[in-house]
């Protein structure tokens, strides 16, 4: 009798975490779990310093802010020769895709290196490769190692080092506001649905009430 009383307290508790895990049974991972929580809570990019590839240092949050476009923002090193070429050619479809639909000035692309080697002089020669717009598509690096694992730590993105200079990591599109916030993250593969919750969150900013209209702005 006590190892049913053991199982069925163990069974209960393995039940109890997976509903945690999954939202409520309303998703199958911890990865899509996460995904759900990012949609329902977006979360606030912190101060990050970053370099552009025009050697210029930059607050991402700040700048994200100040442009005022939805960004979809990836990860990537610029030696990679795998799963970052796939990525910067989806990326490159989706910087054909804003510019053929006229959404240059709603919608911007921004791609993120993890590796410090690269600096603004390799970044520029990337950019160039992937045949990138500097006004639709930008790219950067980090500066400051703590802030750079903060950034992959909110962003969920893991990096391994690998041998030969290599690095294995996972890698997705980060849809984030023009507030500065991170609301959505979708499949790599999926470029297309990427750029639709691009759209709706553009849509949404531009109908959200500016703070202060209600009250004459007092």
Sequence with gaps: MRWIIALTLALA?????LYGLT?????????????????LHPRPIPVLQVLAEDGRVLDLGQDLRRDGRVAIVNFFYTRCLSLCLVQGSQTERLQEAIVARGLQDRIRLIS???DPRDRAPGLARYAARMNADPDVWQFL????????DA???LFGITVVPAPLGEFEHN???HIVTPDGSLARVMDLDEPGLALIAAEALDEAARQAVPAGRETGGL
Excluded: M
Excluded at 23 to 39: I, S, W
Excluded at 141 to 148: D, E
């Design 112 to 114: 993120i290196s993890f």
């Design 141 to 148: 690096s980090f500066t400051q190692p703590a802030q750079r």
């Design 151 to 153: 950034a992959l730590s």
């Design 171 to 173: 890698a997705a599109f």
């Design 23 to 39: 939202g409520g049974f309303t998703v199958l991972t911890a990865e899509a779990a996460r995904r759900q929580d990012v949609a």
């Design 13 to 17: 508790a393995g039940i109890g975490a």
